[in-house]
């Protein structure tokens, strides 16, 4: 049985550099979470650990997330969405809810649409978002129903890609505004959108007004799936 208490939200954090962010960055403003938040560094697993799926992460992963469990935190979430790989083994480390990804929403997206609509998904690296990060999401994954992009390539992804990671909103702005033109000029129409990146969580009200679709994010994936553990975040 999963354990349902009152504590705070546990967040498993990438390890880099602290860097000022900008308003609806997940996990950057603790008041969001009525319920508390304890934030816990995966110790050795930057950007590039994780997208690269580098041996070290996934234990680092399960170790990180039964010290939140240790603490008393009522569910876990993380501030990447590539971490949906380990979805099921923080689940069973830790015995709690567990929402590491905006991803785990693409199966009820998908199926909300007509079949010849596609559920774009604007992550950070496309060309790392593997099959397993998908069936991790979605086991019956079928990526004709996708339309995947990413910001690899940019100057923001050449500046974060790194265990010294820097952060450039500007530069930032401008990569998802290219993904969004991708989306647009896309041969089959996109019926939803889904973000996968949380530091992308501020971009999210513009991508949602140029598309004109349905846009979700890690706070849409956590209210809906967390449940009562979520009661305490503050959408914005």
């Given at each position: 049985?999963?354990?349902?208490?009152?504590?705070?939200?546990?967040?498993?954090?990438?390890?880099?550099?602290?860097?000022?962010?900008?308003?609806?960055?997940?996990?950057?403003?603790?008041?969001?979470?009525?319920?508390?938040?304890?934030?816990?560094?995966?110790?050795?697993?930057?950007?590039?650990?994780?997208?690269?799926?580098?041996?070290?992460v996934r234990g680092a992963f399960i170790?990180?997330?039964?010290?939140?469990?240790?603490?008393?935190?009522?569910?876990?979430?993380?501030?990447?969405?590539?971490?949906?790989?380990?979805?099921?083994?923080?689940?069973?480390?830790?015995?709690?809810?567990?929402?590491?990804?905006?991803?785990?929403?693409?199966?009820?997206?998908?199926?909300?649409?007509?079949?010849?609509?596609?559920?774009?998904?604007?992550?950070?690296?496309?060309?790392?978002?593997?099959?397993?990060?998908?069936?991790?999401?979605?086991?019956?994954?079928?990526?004709?129903?996708?339309?995947?992009?990413?910001?690899?390539?940019?100057?923001?992804?050449?500046?974060?890609?790194?265990?010294?990671?820097?952060?450039?909103?500007?530069?930032?702005?401008?990569?998802?505004?290219?993904?969004?033109?991708?989306?647009?000029?896309?041969?089959?129409?996109?019926?939803?959108?889904?973000?996968?990146?949380?530091?992308?969580?501020?971009?999210?009200?513009?991508?949602?007004?140029?598309?004109?679709?349905?846009?979700?994010?890690?706070?849409?994936?956590?209210?809906?799936?967390?449940?009562?553990?979520?009661?305490?975040?503050?959408?914005?």
């Open positions: 049985m999963l354990t349902i208490a009152n504590g705070p939200i546990g967040m498993l954090s990438l390890d880099e550099p602290a860097c000022p962010s900008p308003p609806r960055t997940w996990g950057e403003d603790p008041h969001e979470f009525a319920v508390g938040l304890v934030k816990k560094t995966v110790v050795g697993v930057s950007v590039p650990d994780i997208i690269y799926e580098r041996d070290h170790e990180a997330a039964r010290a939140l469990a240790a603490q008393g935190c009522s569910a876990i979430t993380s501030n990447c969405g590539y971490s949906v790989l380990y979805q099921k083994d923080v689940i069973e480390a830790t015995r709690l809810p567990t929402v590491l990804s905006s991803l785990l929403l693409l199966p009820a997206v998908v199926a909300a649409l007509p079949p010849d609509y596609q559920v774009g998904i604007i992550c950070y690296d496309s060309t790392c978002l593997s099959d397993e990060h998908l069936k991790a999401s979605w086991p019956q994954a079928q990526r004709s129903r996708l339309n995947i992009v990413g910001i690899e390539g940019t100057e923001a992804w050449s500046k974060s890609n790194s265990s010294d990671a820097v952060y450039e909103w500007p530069l930032f702005a401008k990569a998802i505004e290219n993904c969004v033109e991708v989306l647009m000029r896309a041969e089959r129409p996109t019926g939803a959108v889904i973000v996968e990146c949380c530091a992308f969580g501020s971009f999210v009200p513009m991508i949602k007004a140029r598309m004109g679709v349905p846009t979700c994010d890690i706070y849409d994936a956590a209210k809906l799936l967390l449940g009562d553990a979520a009661s305490g975040i503050i959408k914005i």
